[in-house]
């Protein structure tokens, strides 16, 4: 898949450094390092781009930029979490604490939580009043 | 008896809070047009499919995680994008140019996000000793 001429003509423009090894990826072919993964989640991070202020249709090299930092994200995060409390496992305590300086995140998992938290109770009462416990 | 009160105070404090936030958000819905209701619609609904999420979680610890992980990791990667993509928009704009996000609004973004440590980066510190 060759570059599109406007992004080829973008690319010289900028100076060659790469702001991060991992999203260099681009164009067709294997890569040294990361390769070409899979695409995991296009579909769900094209809307959510255009939630957050995109166009409608947001540029393919654009939503495989943010996949990428979304994958080096989790990927951090996922070995931090790791490397404390419980070793080598991941656990719901341990992303709060990572999380807790970042006040976003940190009341987005409250609030998720909690959320979860009583839908599941909820749930449980429902099902106990319909079918008995 | 004085922590009790105090307990009650900061809950009823959160319940107005909440009350209040909901008020206002309804009358700002009610107000949008077709497009910003769309919009607004994919930014409440839009989501990391669990399972993708829970399969990339797993590759990397090797054992099995809860669905509270999944739902936490999955709530803060989403917070993650919006705090890029937010940083992005500024770009675009500050360079007088408007949407579709160009790969260079994405990387300024990411470099200004960085330089204010929003990016995590220890490349996995690893505990020699416990």
Not at chain 1, 84 to 94: A, P, S, T
Not at chain 2, 108 to 119: C, D, M, S, T
Request: aromatic share 10%.
């Amino acid at each position: 898949m060759d570059r599109d001429p406007f992004l080829r003509k973008m690319a010289d423009e900028e100076d060659e450094q790469p702001f991060d090894e991992d999203v260099e990826e681009s164009g067709s072919g294997a890569e040294g390092g990361q390769g070409r993964r899979k695409r995991l989640f296009s579909k769900e991070l094209r809307c959510m781009m255009y939630g957050f202020g995109d166009d409608q249709n947001p540029y393919t090299e654009s939503v495989d930029i943010l996949e990428d930092l979304v994958i080096e994200f989790i990927t951090e995060m996922t070995h931090k979490a790791m490397s404390i409390g419980r070793q080598g496992r991941v656990q719901v305590e341990d992303i709060v604490f990572l999380i807790r300086k970042d006040p976003r995140k940190f009341a987005r998992v409250k609030d998720l939580l909690t959320m979860n938290e009583e839908l599941k109770r909820a749930r449980k009462a429902f099902d106990e009043a319909n079918y008995g416990s | 008896m004085l922590e009790i009160t105090i307990e009650r105070v900061l809950l009823e404090k959160h319940n107005m809070y909440l009350k209040k936030f909901f008020y206002l958000n309804r009358i700002l819905v009610s107000s949008f047009s077709e497009e910003q209701l769309n919009r607004y619609e994919m930014y409440r609904r839009s989501a990391f499919p669990k399972a993708a999420i829970k399969r990339l979680i797993q590759s990397i610890t090797g054992c099995s995680v809860s669905q509270n992980v999944v739902i936490a990791m999955s709530g803060i990667s989403k917070v993650f994008v919006g705090e890029v993509m937010e940083e992005a928009l500024d770009v675009c704009e500050k360079w007088g140019e408007t949407p579709p996000l160009q790969p260079k609004h994405m990387r300024e973004a990411v470099r200004r996000l960085k330089l204010r440590g929003q990016i995590p980066n220890t490349k996995y510190k690893k505990v020699t000793f416990y």
